[in-house]
């Protein structure tokens, strides 16, 4: 493993939980092999590209690292109902990460739409320097997930295959498919194919109770959360 710079950012207004404020510790990775990424990742890291972080606060420990154990895991209804109606309509590709102008388009068009009724940042301009520093430029191997219906491109996720787990790195979809449940579509497909690997766990980043964006995790049941004394425990 090497890594070329360590920071600890000065706090700042929480993006998850807008009446607090946020730390984060992050390397910035030169190379980094999938296993040695694995023991990050059970330890409460996360990643984006080659920027490995996770959280730092003071105050506040509401950023929980969440993981549900695949062969234990039963659909609700409301899930249940979701991969009846999707299975068979939506089609996935598993490819390595590359960017082109369909991808481009529906990430654009995913956070113009969350900016509205989410109130995230606003993206002034297409920005693919950092979708490329992000998703496609890893120290170790990333896949793409690529989901279809009737051929045009619906949803895009990034993954990790991990020994471990099958580990969600980010997810966007068209907004304009909201019916479909596409969010709850990847999840599912996620577990499936984690039992398909015989891997034990998806892993699906960190949950925070009063965040709209990350609530919905909680409900893939049961699941394990990450304690403060770094050993993984039942929640829900």
Sequence with gaps: MQISLNI??????????????SITECDLIIEMSSAEYEQRLLAGWRHFGRQVFRPRCE???????????VKDFKPNRSQARNFKANEGRITLEIKEPFLS??????????????????????????????????????????????YRENGKLCGVGYVDGLKCGLSAIYFFHDPTLYSHG??????????NEAKRRAIPHVYMGYYVKGC?????????????????????????
């Design 212 to 236: 709209q964006s990350l609530e919905y995790k909680a409900g893939f049941k049961p699941n394990e959360i990450l304690s403060i004394e770094g050993k993984w425990i039942p929640y829900c």
């Design 59 to 69: 105050n506040c420990n509401e950023c929980k690292s969440l993981r549900i154990p």
């Design 8 to 21: 600890i950012t000065p706090p700042d207004t929480c993006h998850y939980l807008a009446d607090k404020e």
């Design 182 to 191: 596409l969010g709850i579509w990847n999840v599912m497909t996620l577990i």
């Design 101 to 146: 102008e369909e991808i481009m388009d529906l990430y654009d068009r995913f956070h113009a739409e969350r900016s509205f009724s989410r109130d995230w940042p606003i993206k002034e301009h297409r920005d693919e320097f950092s979708f490329d520093s992000s998703f496609l430029d890893n120290p170790f191997p990333v896949e793409q997930w690529m």
